[in-house]
């Protein structure tokens, strides 16, 4: 089995938070979707279809100073909501979190008047 050049390409820009047992299910499963020779993009889950930017033209979020860390790690969050095109799967592989802790963090957000801009959690 053969892995596209551009499959493996999103394969080693992907953080791999889960480290090597995300990864191994990760192959496991794109070995079964290809069902051929060669793995491609389009066998690979989402978050790491979608296209990533290289670090020299990475979305920067600035934060003043003063900020506290609950109102920081709100800013960010909803910034990689947008980014993500307000896939919460998306965002949650952005941040390095699972989506139940994003979800988690959006109610907590929501009752602090706070919104994900796409009706919600």
Known sequence: ??????????LQRHAWPG???????????????AGGETIEPAHLPE???????????APTLTLALGIT?????RAL??????????NKTQAAA?????????HSKLVRYRGAGASDAKGGP
């Open 77 to 86: 969050i909803l910034k990689s909501l947008e980014l993500a095109g307000h």
């Open 1 to 10: 089995m053969a892995i596209a050049p551009a499959a493996l390409d999103r």
């Open 69 to 73: 860390v609950e109102d920081a790690e």
């Open 19 to 33: 480290n090597g047992r995300e990864l191994r299910n990760v192959i496991e499963r794109a070995v079964l979707l």
């Open 47 to 57: 978050a790491l279809r979608a296209t990533q930017p290289s670090p020299s033209t």
């Open 94 to 102: 952005i941040l390095g979190i699972t989506v139940k802790t994003l």
